[in-house]
């Protein structure tokens, strides 16, 4: 049988990928989950038709969200995650011994739900002591929050749907507001290459700008997303994303297959018309 | 219409391109050569339905493979190019009023002819009076040149086709011997991801490593290429890759869209997983 999963990744690209099984399907009062089993790519999570992670791949973002924020200040004690149902943050937060309380802040239990069962090693980090699994809306409950965070990361959907409000100044200004003196907030910012993701990539940076002294980019390769250039904020109140503490990092030995703290510094050296996009 | 170019880039994964216009389409002796017009990407060269460049990204491929050993080495005075029909290297090359001689040897002429005629602006660097373009297969050319160079690129197909002399141990030896005491040799190395192209990267580099005392990889985002994620191989006599002589090139104020120095050091900086590959 030809089976093949098709994603737009701008109106005249496609990207498609050959489906063994179509493992689950169901909706949640938020969006429809697919789960889907591929040859090449092991199995994958799709939320309203858009790949989130396919276990071939799922390393580079996660490690890439987690690991440059921990690299450049490993005293990092209370982290807040918003998203991440998949599970794949919270695998590389709990890596941290240093690391106090992960509170969880996911809008769609469902997500979870099926991540436990079809993505297992991905998921088993929910069951650490230190994480608190929260189901609500992040734009709600940052707003809300009282909890002084070292570290949040957002680990939303493309900026429709229902991630559509972390992309918002509101949101942002209330992470500011959550972030301790010496707080980093990391969120994935979209790809610079098709046309219909550049708008959003320009309007996300300039609303980080107005809230962080540092409102860093930086990128890495995540072969199935759109163009294969992925694009990460790293805002702070006092740090600088280049300022890896690379001896301290490496002494923990947390295993990687992307990240390591040479990458980390190139990762931050945008290509020209990236750069030329963001200023 | 619904038009669609289609391209597997691995037995289980096919990118797509909305085609508006199919401009020409003919055969060499040696391949199926097709011109392409998109809305997103512009124009679109394949060879024997491979995508050799577009328009719209070109300019990552070309302005790293010259600007990396450029940076390198300023004094590079004879180059020798291996394929590069297009003509985005040399228009890359003749932007440096040092270099004396520009040697390309490519294999089909209709190539030249053809991207002359629907690439005017890429091809442009073909009528400076230091390039000689020669028609000829590269292995052989290269197994009888007595000529000395100071730079070799070979910018050439995948290893299958015509293109696949480029890359044996018969041709990294006379590439070898063809290339001066301080000389360096860029090639196309193909993506670390996808299953299909990790034993022709693995074996490439071994080959390399066996001739050349300095044998390094660097990497790009280059999206319309499998995965986005492409590999350059750095081999030398003499220089390392990440010796990037910064000030001495910025001064030249060549103008790039991908390439500068900041990033040079970044792109030296493989992912984990492509270092362990390449060991």
């Known amino acids: 049988m030809e089976l093949w999963f098709s994603e737009t990744h701008s109106d005249d690209v496609r990207f498609q990928i050959r489906i063994d099984k ?5 909706a949640s009062a938020f969006q429809r ?5 591929s040859r090449e790519l092991g199995r994958i999570l799709t939320l ?3 790949l989130m992670i396919t276990e071939k791949d799922e390393f580079v973002y996660h490690e890439m969200i987690v690991h440059v924020p921990m690299a450049v200040n490993p005293d990092i004690k209370k982290v807040l995650v918003i998203g991440a149902g998949d599970g794949g943050t919270v695998k590389r937060l709990v890596q941290y011994d240093s690391i106090q309380k992960i509170k969880v802040v996911e809008i769609d239990s469902l997500v979870v739900e099926k991540c436990r069962e079809y993505f297992p090693s991905l998921t088993a ?3 650490d002591p230190r994480v608190e699994l929260v189901f609500a809306d992040g734009l709600k409950y940052v707003r809300n929050t009282t909890c002084e965070f070292d570290l949040i990361i957002v680990d939303s959907t493309d ?3 229902p991630g559509e409000g ?3 100044r509101e949101f942002y200004g209330s992470c500011h507001k959550a972030l301790s ?3 980093i907030m990391v969120n994935q910012h979209e790809s610079p290459f098709y046309t219909c993701y550049r708008d959003s990539v320009k309007r996300t940076h300039n609303l980080l700008k107005a809230f962080f002294p540092v409102a860093e980019i930086y990128q890495a390769h995540i072969p199935t997303y759109p163009s294969g250039h992925w694009l990460f904020g790293f805002s702070s109140k006092y740090h600088h994303g280049t300022d890896v503490q690379a001896e301290r990092w490496e002494k923990l030995g947390i295993p990687c297959r992307y990240y390591d703290t040479a990458l980390h510094k190139g990762a931050f050296a945008l290509p020209v018309y990236a750069k030329e996009l963001l200023e």
């Open 166 to 168: 972390l992309f918002t």
């Open 181 to 183: 003196p010496h707080g």
């Open 48 to 50: 309203d038709g858009v």
């Open 125 to 127: 980090g929910f069951d």
């Open 33 to 37: 989950i697919d789960i889907l089993e």
């Open 22 to 26: 179509h493992l689950y399907s169901g």
């Open 159 to 161: 900026p429709f749907g």
